[in-house]
């Protein structure tokens, strides 16, 4: 970004990514060029490189955005004034139903997802720890406030949010075709709901 600032720099830099964003999801990363982006954006090819020096740079401070924003719900979610099957609904959905729906939009994922691993590993790497530090937390909380038992299971927080973790990762890949968006979001309900029970939790009816 420019090195002073001012709304309208902010105003084109939040531009460039959300035009990243549309057209990464419509043609994939390897079709979508510096000029799509900087049309898409409504602003000079040259402006874009003001701001970023290649396509790759846009690819991961679009991630960065978009980590940001899932860790930010996660935290708001486990702060809420809830039930702890409510805390742990919502920080699952800042996460995996949040990337489950961005990439259901698009036909591009397999690319867009090895695009990710080549480009932005570290950034995924580091904020899957900010996340599961996050999750270990509210784990922890519950069980100090008798809301979860954990001794039974002989497991502790961080054990158990590395088990939540990969039982959400693998619902959207399980079976022979990827589920709807609807079919996932039961799914990760469901998951959460046998989760708070098998640890001695109370759920809704």
């Known amino acids: 970004m420019p090195e002073k600032e001012t709304g309208g720099s ?3 830099h939040k531009a460039i990514l959300a ?10 990363y ?6 799509d982006i900087a049309q898409e954006a409504g ?7 003001l701001y970023f020096k290649s396509k790759e740079e846009i690819f991961r401070a679009l991630s960065q955005q978009l980590l940001d924003q899932v860790l930010s719900a996660a935290e708001a979610a486990g702060h809420a004034h809830a039930t702890i099957e409510t805390r742990l609904r919502g920080i699952m959905e800042a996460k995996f139903g949040y990337f489950f729906d961005l990439m259901h ?4 994922v397999r690319e867009l997802i090895d695009a990710k691993n080549e480009l932005c590993a ?3 790497a580091h904020a899957d720890r900010r996340y599961a530090q996050m999750l270990t937390k509210t784990i922890a909380t519950a069980v100090a406030t008798k809301e979860l038992e954990l001794d039974t299971v002989g497991l502790d927080a961080a054990s158990t949010a590395e088990l939540f973790m990969r039982g959400a990762s693998g619902l959207g890949t399980y079976g022979a075709t990827p589920p709807t968006q609807a079919a996932f ?3 990760l309900h469901a998951l959460v709901r046998v989760f708070v029970v098998g640890l001695g939790g109370t759920i809704s009816t």
């Open 10 to 12: 902010r105003e084109k």
């Open 105 to 108: 939009r698009s036909a591009h």
């Open 19 to 28: 035009a990243a964003l549309t057209l990464f999801g419509h043609y994939g």
């Open 43 to 49: 602003i000079a090819k040259g402006t874009v490189y």
């Open 185 to 187: 979001r039961r799914h």
């Open 30 to 35: 390897r079709r979508t060029s510096i000029e």
């Open 122 to 124: 570290d950034l995924f």
